[in-house]
């Protein structure tokens, strides 16, 4: 289940399917994907530094490239929920 961190550390869970809208809302703008050292994925704002948005200390620890930040709200996605979204 897609969970999602808010930069302010808290976290709830996200049902059913995502949207490509949806979670652009989730995470206030355009999105990116990055690996976590698990495993896992980062859904990001991809201009969420640009914007000024708060480091998120939660998704900062799970992604790998440890001279980096995480910024604002996050969507976290296992590989399974990743695959819905990839195309052939």
Known sequence: ???VI???GTE???????????????VGGYIQQVATRDGRYL????????KGKPVNEKA???F???HDTIVGDVLVLTEEE????RTP
């Open 82 to 85: 990743m695959a819905q979204y």
């Open 12 to 26: 709830r869970e996200v049902e059913g399917k995502l949207t490509l809208p949806a979670m652009q809302t989730i």
């Open 43 to 50: 859904i990001v704002d991809e201009d969420g530094k640009y």
């Open 6 to 8: 808010r930069a302010d």
């Open 60 to 62: 900062t620890q799970l």
């Open 64 to 66: 790998w490239p440890l």
């Open 1 to 3: 289940m897609a969970i």
